[in-house]
């Protein structure tokens, strides 16, 4: 019913700059928020950023504040994720996702419905 398609991920070096852009189709009626987590190897899944599809409201993991920006265009139904002053530290699998549910805390996995495929972002030194 919904399909999450990311893109955007390569390999850069420490200090560039990267967006990632993650397409939706299908459903909307009733989707609350979109968020973006990632994924190192032989870690788990972390919380990076995640946007209130209606009002806009922002919210960042610690790590990336003041580096990641994620922002949305409701005509295209996409939302992107703006990475600068990449680390070596960023590198992983970056997956979008989404959620259709209200009064929820959205840094956390459980929180959304649906997931992308993921896209591989690698930072050298």
């Known amino acids: 019913q919904v399909q999450l398609v990311e893109s955007g991920g390569g390999l850069v070096q420490a200090g560039d700059s990267l967006r990632l852009s993650c397409a939706a189709s299908?459903?909307?009626?009733?989707?609350?928020?979109m968020g973006w987590f990632r994924q190192a190897p032989g870690k788990e899944r972390e919380f990076v950023s995640t946007?209130?599809?209606?009002?806009?409201?922002?919210y960042y993991a610690n790590s990336v504040k003041g580096r990641f920006t994620i922002s949305r265009d409701n005509a295209k139904n996409t939302v992107y994720l703006q990475m600068n002053s990449l680390k070596p530290e960023d590198t992983g699998v970056y997956y979008c996702a989404a959620s259709y549910r209200a009064d929820t805390d959205w840094s956390y996995t459980r929180a959304y419905d649906y997931w992308g495929q993921g896209t591989q972002v690698t930072v050298s030194s």
């Open positions: 299908g459903r909307t009626l009733g989707r609350y928020a």
């Open positions: 946007i209130r599809w209606n009002t806009g409201n922002t």
